[in-house]
């Protein structure tokens, strides 16, 4: 391999020389013919076969000459130029092929060096960031799963030992049972939520939109929590304007509703409050649902978006950190906003503008 490159290194340095034999040659043929015949014609002069070929001869030698020199001022730039930017892209390129996301390439001066490779190291260096912060959620979410999935099947592991004792009783029986189911329900939907997020995450789930009312939505999405308000003596407040449509995806925003509604009853301690609003502007529908629960920080409040995180991990058996992502991700492609604010010891309401048309 090292041969045949520094055959074809020859083959190129030997075309370089010829083009610009053939092209001083030329010229200076083409100035020295001029030269001549005007200075024949001004100063009557007679040229002789030995003058004619003596000037030949130092017309070859200077062409020569000039094309070495040529030919070596411009091996030089191409190597400072053109080559060295090259092999440094080429090094770092096989570097991220092996899996190394850190390499960076040191721009080089700008000064006798082509912009456009200083623009290609630039977008290199973009891209090499880009695929370092997608292999580290990709490493983030193999781990946050397998961590995920060994909680739930511990859980089934161990109920379904128990099952096996002789002698349960009845009440046992059904306990360790529904241990098992519970455990079950909760890997399938952590697997449904995963594939959501991943369908949506690469848009291979398209909005089917169409107009509906958007009150009538938020309060069927509610009525389905009734039994869980009530158990808890939650109090529901509703503020919901009436004759706001929006043109959506009905499907996809009852996901997000049913995750916010999740997460005030999951969080609001028996006896507190949920209440949820509906408001509109000429372009947007604002829904705002607040809770009065445990509340988070802001550092917690940063990150609730974000796949797997748990803010409270003690409630982490109610949930898998999927959900707040889920709706981020169904809001972006809604071309909509959601944002949160929150308060330690009081409560979290978050607010969703979409838009009506």
Not at 106 to 120: L, V
Not at 159 to 175: D, K
């Amino acid at each position: 391999m090292k041969k045949e490159n520094r055959f074809r290194n020859v083959l190129r340095a030997v075309n370089h020389f010829i083009v610009f034999f053939l092209l001083i040659a030329f010229v200076i043929t083409c100035c020295i013919m001029l030269f001549v015949s005007t200075l024949v014609e001004t100063m009557n002069l007679t040229l002789t076969n030995e003058t004619v070929s003596a000037a030949a001869k130092i017309t070859f030698g200077n062409a020569i000459l000039l094309s070495v020199l040529f030919s070596i001022f411009d091996a030089v730039r191409r190597k400072l130029t053109v080559e060295r930017p090259v092999k440094r892209i080429t090094q770092a390129a096989e570097k991220i092929t092996q899996g190394d996301f850190s390499v960076r390439i040191q721009p080089p001066s700008r000064f006798g060096t082509e912009d456009k490779f200083n623009e290609i190291i630039e977008c290199f260096n973009k891209m090499a960031e880009e695929l370092s912060g997608v292999e580290t959620l990709r490493t983030d979410f193999i781990a946050n799963v397998s961590h995920e999935m060994k909680t739930p099947l511990s859980v089934m592991q161990n109920y379904g030992t128990l099952l096996q004792q002789p002698g349960l009783s009845e009440e046992e029986r059904l306990e360790y049972a529904k241990g098992v189911t519970d455990g079950s329900r909760r890997m399938a939907d952590m697997m449904t939520n995963i594939l959501k997020l991943n369908r949506l995450e690469n848009q291979q789930i398209f909005p089917k939109t169409e107009e509906f009312d958007l009150g009538e939505q938020l309060c069927e999405c509610l009525l389905q929590y009734e039994n869980t308000w009530e158990k808890a003596g939650i109090e529901i407040e509703t503020d919901i304007a009436e004759n706001v449509t929006v043109r959506a995806d009905s499907e996809l925003l009852a996901l997000v509703w049913n995750n916010l509604f999740s997460n005030a009853f999951k969080f609001t301690p028996e006896g507190g409050t949920v209440s949820v609003s509906l408001t509109a502007t000429p372009h947007h529908a604002i829904v705002k649902v607040s809770d009065t629960g445990c509340g988070m920080s802001p550092e917690v409040g940063a990150h609730i978006f974000e796949k797997f995180y748990q803010g409270d991990t003690s409630r982490a058996a109610q949930g898998n950190g999927l959900g707040l992502a889920l709706v981020k991700r169904v809001v972006d492609i809604m071309r909509g906003e959601i944002g949160v604010e929150s308060v330690v010891g009081q409560g979290t309401t978050f607010t969703v503008r979409i838009r009506k048309n």
